[in-house]
């Protein structure tokens, strides 16, 4: 096929044709071809899509785009390569129905037919454009417009009100975060939001701000402290708000504004503490007005809830340690327990007022009271006075005694004294003693003086107590008595014999140390008479043992064996012309296990000394072994089967009335199987009255307790904590000295403790202080004993 199109077509073609006979004879022909032209092209554009922005509100007649297409066919000969153009599918505007472009039919320039485009109406839009040569071919291409925005559209908040809801500041403190979103709606592309409180607009403007979100939405934050106490806010707020979509310098051009209403709720916080109508107050009682007495009033308000929160009144327990004050629900402070201005003339008493919050806020005022004094402590003598006297001495002023008042002197409730001897007392003290009152001694206060009637002798009476009264100058008047000892002092006036000693040591199994176990023991009515004596072995020592010559002291040493041993000493008296006995001693050594300890009991006896119990005296058996008769017979075993290992001194107290209190540790061992505690104690508590009454008939003691014992002075511990006594057991000896018998056994220490009746972390637990009850092992680990 020719086409003289190509690009190597050619529109003319010449060719010579030649022709040979059989007798090679050639003959030659010019053949001239011109190829006609046809139209047999198709137009071609030169951009099939082409994509223009056309910026909105532009005028007519605005060029948008020119489309421009080829025709291969010759354009020199004939109509067949001339290009006409037009729009295939044009777009109507809705309104007049007039074509919004038009294309110029032989340049393919495309323009607006009409004014003012609307982006926000029609974002886009696209256009068929056709191309045909002279030969009736055609092609056609795609023109797509783009709308270009301008900011001609005005924002409008989404809600005409926007209401929320925020806490008033605590402290002073603002939040950190926004307390309301609000969206804005704007058919513009080409917006640049700027948001503000109108300023003036109404109550809250200088509290709060609005910023713009990256995303375009804005956020009202609070700019100043928030109080709902205070009467103008607590009911909320109400301003306007603004959004410009032009930017922060633009100008207030109504249809680049719009406005909203924002309502601020605020939420009432418990921010404020309790506050007393008065912060402190001083008040004087008697000491000796009644449980229940009205001392004052403290009344306390909560501003949060309106005022009207719930407020609960306290007394801070380390102002009123004792408990003397009580405050009721309404502020009402009131007597509670006993006052003594003796022991405390002045009470500051703190008064909490708590909120209802959470947490509670609170707020202090202070009560001072003043305890003023009414003369109810009667005197009492000054010390414990224990002056000797020499026996043989004859009649003679002993000593003049002063005495004390607890009470206020200055209210005429104290001195001066009056003194005499007890009328109630035995009338045989007043043929011994005379007491008399000189009223200008201690510059007028007043003393008494003591003087003896007879001479004494100490082999017949040690010691003398004098119950002395003592009377003040007090309205009413007040009378005391003091009990005086006059201790008759010992002259060595009578000969020594030979005496017999059974010592019992129960050593802590473990002890390594060299101890004291008792001492040397003559029959000797004279017992001040020590320094003349001095002590022997009577032959050579034993090794076990050391002997103080001066004072008769025996000491064994930490390895002795458990075992009996007898020793032999010679005594000399210096004053009783050298006069010389051999005493023997028994020393019975035992040991004492950490078990025996775990598993004993004790019982404590009332109005008996330690040597009162382990002395035999008059009769051929001690309280120490008719206890353990009483114990075997409770418990249906043998006597032996009681081991009594301690008897000590337990330390009187203003609760027990100052009287002799000794505390008896033993244990019950069985077949080498222990009677639990529990056991001790449930018998001996169950059968109580057949235990006292035995015990006052057979051991002439009265039992005060059975059982480990609590503080008896609950007072010790002040405020919230309660009383306890911890005991521990100690290598060191307790001696009894009974004369002819010795218990020398484990020291106890007791200690009484201010604790919460839970398990105090402070003092720190092991095997050695702790005790596993029903047969348990004690094993000591990194968490305790367990």
């Not at 006036?493 to 002890?511: E, F």
Request: net charge negative; proline share 5%.
């Amino acid at each position: 096929p020719l086409d003289r199109d190509l690009p190597h077509g050619r529109p003319q073609w010449r060719f010579t044709v030649f022709a040979q006979d059989e007798g090679g004879l050639v003959g030659y022909a010019d053949i001239h071809v011109n190829l006609q032209n046809v139209s047999d092209n198709a137009p071609i554009f030169l951009q099939s899509l082409s994509t223009t922005n056309l910026t909105e509100n532009g005028t007519a007649g605005m060029v948008v785009v020119t489309m421009t297409a080829t025709d291969q066919d010759d354009p020199l000969e004939g109509g067949n390569a001339q290009l006409v153009y037009n729009i295939e599918k044009n777009v109507l505007d809705e309104q007049t129905g007039t074509p919004i472009f038009s294309i110029e039919p032989h340049s393919g320039l495309i323009r607006t037919n009409i004014c003012c485009l609307d982006r926000e109406k029609t974002p886009d839009y696209s256009l068929q454009v056709v191309a045909m040569d002279g030969g009736g071919l055609k092609s056609t291409g795609t023109v797509s417009i783009i709308v270009s925005d301008i900011n001609d559209m005005p924002p409008a908040f989404t809600k005409d009100e926007w209401v929320t809801e925020v806490s008033e500041s605590e402290d002073g403190r603002i939040p950190d975060h926004a307390i309301l979103t609000v969206n804005v709606i704007d058919q513009d592309e080409t917006n640049d939001f700027y948001y503000k409180v109108v300023e003036g607009s109404g109550l809250g403007t200088d509290k709060f701000m609005m910023v713009r979100n990256p995303d375009g939405t804005g956020s009202l934050r609070v700019t100043n402290p928030l109080d709902y106490e205070d009467q103008l806010q607590s009911s909320g707020f109400r301003f306007k708000i603004q959004v410009n979509d032009q930017g922060p310098n633009s100008t207030e051009d109504k249809n680049h504004v719009a406005s909203s209403w924002v309502v601020v709720r605020l939420r009432d916080t418990n921010d404020n503490s309790p506050r007393f109508d008065k912060t402190s107050s001083t008040v004087s009682l008697q000491e000796d007005v009644e449980v229940g007495t009205l001392v004052d009033t403290f009344l306390a308000r909560d501003p949060d809830q309106g005022g009207q929160g719930r407020v609960t009144y306290s007394i801070h327990r380390e102002s009123d340690r004792r408990r003397h004050f009580h405050v009721s629900e309404d502020g009402r402070i009131t007597v509670q327990r006993p006052l003594d201005r003796e022991r405390s003339a002045i009470h500051k008493i703190l008064i909490t007022a708590s909120g209802d919050g959470d947490p509670p806020r609170t707020t202090t005022a202070t009560l001072t009271v003043n305890v003023l004094d009414v003369n109810d402590n009667a005197p009492r003598l000054l010390v414990e006075y224990r002056p000797i006297l020499l026996e043989n001495t004859a009649p003679r002023t002993l000593l003049e005694l002063f005495a004390q008042d607890m009470d206020d002197h200055a209210k005429e409730n104290g001195p001066p004294y009056t003194f005499h001897l007890d009328p109630a007392a035995n009338h045989s003290l007043n043929r011994l003693f005379s007491v008399d009152t000189n009223p200008r001694g201690d510059n007028g206060h007043g003393v008494a003086i003591v003087s003896s009637l007879v001479s004494f002798d100490r082999e017949r009476h040690k010691e003398y107590h004098l119950p002395i009264t003592i009377q003040d100058s007090g309205d009413p008047l007040m009378i005391g008595t003091s009990t005086l000892t006059v201790v008759i002092g010992d002259v060595n006036d009578n000969r020594m014999v030979a005496g017999t000693t059974d010592i019992l040591v129960y050593k802590l199994k473990g002890s390594i140390e060299d101890m004291e176990v008792g001492r040397m023991y003559v029959e000797d009515k004279d017992d001040w008479d020590l320094p003349d004596k001095s002590f022997y072995w009577e032959s050579s020592p034993s090794p076990q043992f050391h002997l103080d010559q001066e004072t008769g002291t025996l000491r064994i040493s930490g390895d002795t064996a458990e075992g009996d041993y007898r020793l032999r000493v010679r005594v000399r008296d210096s004053r009783q012309s050298l006069d010389t006995v051999v005493s023997s001693v028994t020393v019975m050594v035992r040991q004492i296990t950490m078990a025996d300890w775990y598993h004993s009991e004790v019982v404590t006896f009332q109005g008996v000394t330690d040597r009162d119990f382990i002395v035999k005296g008059n009769s051929t058996v001690s309280r120490l072994e008719t206890f353990r008769e009483v114990v075997g017979q409770l418990l249906e075993t043998d006597t032996d089967n009681v081991l009594v290992f301690n008897v000590q001194p337990s330390p009187g107290d203003s609760s027990r009335g100052g009287k002799l209190y000794t505390g008896v540790r033993f244990c019950v061992k069985e077949h080498s199987e222990y009677f639990k505690p529990v056991r001790l104690l449930g018998e001996m508590l169950l059968n109580r009255n057949t235990i006292v009454l035995e015990c006052i008939s057979a051991l002439s003691a009265n039992i005060f307790s059975i059982g480990e014992e609590q503080c008896q002075d609950q007072e010790l511990c002040e405020g919230d904590s309660g009383c306890r006594t911890r005991r521990n057991i100690l290598p060191a000896l307790h001696i009894v000295n009974g004369n002819t018998t010795v218990l020398a056994g484990p020291r106890v220490e007791e200690t009484a403790e201010c604790v919460c009746d839970a398990r105090d972390f402070s003092v720190p637990e092991s095997c050695s202080s702790h005790s596993c009850l029903n047969g348990g092992t004690c094993y000591d680990t990194r968490q305790g004993p367990r």
